[in-house]
């Protein structure tokens, strides 16, 4: 089983940037693909960004492609999403999720989910 908790949201200009962590429990985080996912208000949660299990390979939704930066560091269970130029529709509530196996654009494929952290992006 793995547990995970978001931390970096806060309230940003348009333009800036964050970077957003994902702390995981358990000794078998590196066994896991992890992605992002995004859930605005009034809206579905959608995909934003995952990554396979050892790093290497990595996809992005198109909203976010060149602006967005999927990592991780295994040796810290941590999964990152650095966000650059930022715009104000990229608010919305972060959750960072884990599935065994590949990677997935796939909400229900992911087995583990952390409570989300907030960004808010100002125009």
């Known amino acids: 089983q793995v547990q995970l908790v978001e931390s970096g949201g806060g309230l940003v200009q348009a333009g800036g940037s964050l970077r957003l962590s994902c702390a995981g429990s358990g000794r078998t985080f590196s066994a896991y693909a992890m992605a992002w996912f995004r859930q605005a208000p009034g809206e579905e949660r959608e995909f934003t960004a995952t990554i396979s299990s050892g790093g290497y390979t990595t996809y992005y939704a198109d909203s976010v492609k060149g602006r967005f930066t999927i990592s991780r560091d295994n040796a810290k269970n941590t999964v990152y999403l650095q966000m650059n130029s930022l715009k104000p529709e990229d608010t919305a509530v972060y959750y960072c999720?884990?599935?065994?196996?590949?990677?997935?654009?796939?909400?229900?494929?992911?087995?583990?989910w952390g409570q989300g952290t907030q960004v808010t992006v100002s125009s």
């Open positions: 999720a884990a599935k065994p196996y590949g990677t997935s654009v796939r909400r229900d494929d992911y087995r583990y």
